[in-house]
Structures are given as C-alpha cells and as structure tokens.
C-alpha cells in the first residue's frame, strides 16, 4: 500500500518508492556504469536499477568464474607463472565467459545514456509518485540520508550501507555473497595469520579463486550506498520543495531572476 492515487497515466515518471526500496531517474555517467560492469558484470545494472538484469548477469559471472578458475589463473600470470595458469585455466567454459562479459559492459552503458534521457523528460513533465509506501513486509518512506554515515557503514560489511538507505534487494544479494566469500576463502583466518606476521601461512590457507572476487564486491557497495545515499537526499529535497510549492506557496508569486528573497 502506498499513498500515491492517479487518475491520469503519465508517460514517465521521476521516482518509485517501494516497500524493497526507491526506484529513481538521475544523471548518471555512462562510462562508469560500464567501468563497474568491467569490474564485476551485473554491478552496472544494478546500479541502474535493473536488478533482475544485473543479478542474472552477476550470477552467470560467478559461475563461470569458477567453472573456469579463472581468478586462480589470473593470481599466477601476475606472479609470471604463465605454465601454471595454463594448466589451472579450462578452456571448456572460458569462451562462453567472454560474449557475456563484453555484452553487460555495452549493454550497461546504453541503458545508462537512455535513462539519462528518460530522467530528462521525466524531470519535465513531473508526475507524481509515490513518497511513502508500507506492507506487511517493510515500511519504506523518502527521507534525508547521509552519505558519510552509508560510506562508513558499507566500510565495515558490505551490505550495512545499503541497508541503511533501504536498497533491500541489492543489500540481501551483497550479505549473501559477502558471507559466502568469507567461508570459502578462509578470509578470516589468513587476516589473523598477516596480522600475525606468519605471511607463508596466510598465504597457504587463503584459498585465492574465492578471495579476489570480495575487492570487487567491497568497493562496488561503498560507491553504491555513498552515491544513492546523495541522490535520495536530492530526491527528497526536490519532492519536499515541489508539494511546498504546490500546497502553500500563494498562486500570485512570482520570483524573478536575479531577485534576492
């Protein structure tokens, strides 16, 4: 249930609010949409909104990754065991990995330069959208957020800072893969082994092929919570300063340019 009622279709609209969290339009820059798909495929259509895209694309990652060990052959060649990377690497899965990794980088930068597009025209006609939304499930609502507080709380597990700005989808798929990294790679006990100073054993029981995909997953939630964090901010100040307007602003106002007020 939600607290938004419209007679009229609109052709687009600026923003959603959801019980598992806020649809939004904003400016993006391409490029860095399709940098995240390079880090890790699904991050940039995540980023975007397209979560069923970006969890399949994230998914089909993971599982070619390790069909292909492909993360275990990339810690050897950057050591200049070539040999061993070889013999690590199976060529069955490795081209099928390749036309998807290549799709989600192009397919994410498009979708971005369009959505720019969309948010323009939706900026322009400015339709009305739901603010506050509420079910059984979760109660969901348009507020000021602090980016520093999303950064800081993406810094400790990823997924905390995307709890707090209400990205409940993205936060479950983050914690799920977060904790799953953390079992299979020993990631815990090779940090107490390096803060130890025992670098041989840190380095033997850390299992490499599961390790390297949490750098990717770490920053990513850092950018997204910290980045969604501001624009839910700017959200909120325009859909305030928009019902201020329409509600108690006197029809006969008129500021003109320049005017100091």
């Given at each position: 249930?939600n607290?938004?009622?419209?007679?009229?279709?609109?052709?687009?609209?600026?923003?959603?609010?959801t019980?598992?969290?806020?649809?939004?339009?904003?400016?993006?820059?391409?490029?860095?949409?399709?940098l995240?798909?390079?880090?890790?495929?699904?991050?940039?259509?995540?980023?975007?909104?397209?979560?069923?895209?970006?969890?399949?694309?994230?998914?089909?990652?993971?599982?070619?990754?390790?069909?292909?060990q492909?993360?275990?052959?990339?810690?050897?060649?950057?050591?200049?065991?070539?040999?061993?990377a070889?013999?690590v690497?199976n060529?069955?899965?490795i081209?099928?990995?390749?036309?998807?990794?290549?799709?989600?980088?192009?397919?994410?930068?498009?979708?971005?330069?369009?959505l720019?597009?969309?948010?323009l025209?939706?900026?322009?006609?400015?339709?009305?959208?739901?603010?506050?939304?509420?079910?059984?499930?979760?109660?969901?609502?348009?507020?000021?957020?602090?980016?520093?507080?999303?950064?800081?709380?993406?810094?400790?597990?990823?997924?905390?800072?995307?709890?707090?700005?209400?990205?409940i989808?993205?936060?479950?798929?983050?914690?799920?893969?977060?904790?799953?990294?953390?079992?299979?790679?020993?990631?815990?006990?090779?940090?107490?082994?390096?803060?130890?100073?025992?670098?041989?054993?840190?380095?033997?029981?850390m299992?490499?092929?599961w390790?390297?995909?949490?750098p990717?997953?770490?920053f990513?939630?850092?950018?997204?919570s910290?980045?969604?964090?501001?624009?839910?901010?700017?959200?909120?100040?325009?859909e305030?300063?928009d019902y201020?307007?329409?509600?108690?602003?006197p029809?006969?106002?008129?500021?003109?340019?320049?005017?100091?007020?």
């Amino acid at each position: 249930m939600n607290n938004f009622r419209n007679k009229y279709r609109n052709r687009y609209y600026h923003a959603f609010v959801t019980t598992f969290g806020t649809i939004q339009l904003h400016q993006r820059n391409p490029l860095v949409v399709a940098l995240w798909s390079v880090a890790f495929p699904g991050f940039g259509h995540i980023l975007l909104h397209k979560f069923i895209s970006g969890f399949a694309l994230f998914f089909w990652e993971f599982y070619i990754n390790q069909k292909t060990q492909l993360n275990t052959a990339i810690v050897y060649s950057f050591n200049g065991d070539i040999a061993q990377a070889k013999a690590v690497l199976n060529e069955k899965y490795i081209y099928l990995y390749i036309p998807v990794y290549l799709f989600a980088i192009w397919d994410s930068y498009r979708t971005a330069v369009d959505l720019n597009k969309i948010h323009l025209l939706a900026k322009r006609e400015n339709a009305k959208y739901p603010n506050f939304s509420v079910s059984p499930f979760e109660v969901n609502y348009l507020d000021k957020k602090k980016p520093w507080i999303a950064l800081v709380w993406a810094m400790t597990i990823p997924s905390l800072g995307q709890l707090y700005i209400h990205r409940i989808l993205a936060a479950v798929l983050t914690l799920a893969m977060t904790v799953m990294i953390v079992i299979h790679s020993n990631m815990i006990e090779g940090m107490h082994y390096f803060l130890l100073g025992n670098f041989p054993k840190s380095r033997e029981v850390m299992g490499v092929q599961w390790f390297l995909y949490f750098p990717s997953i770490y920053f990513f939630t850092m950018y997204d919570s910290y980045t969604n964090a501001v624009e839910l901010t700017k959200l909120f100040d325009w859909e305030q300063a928009d019902y201020l307007k329409e509600n108690h602003q006197p029809q006969n106002f008129v500021l003109h340019k320049g005017e100091k007020v």
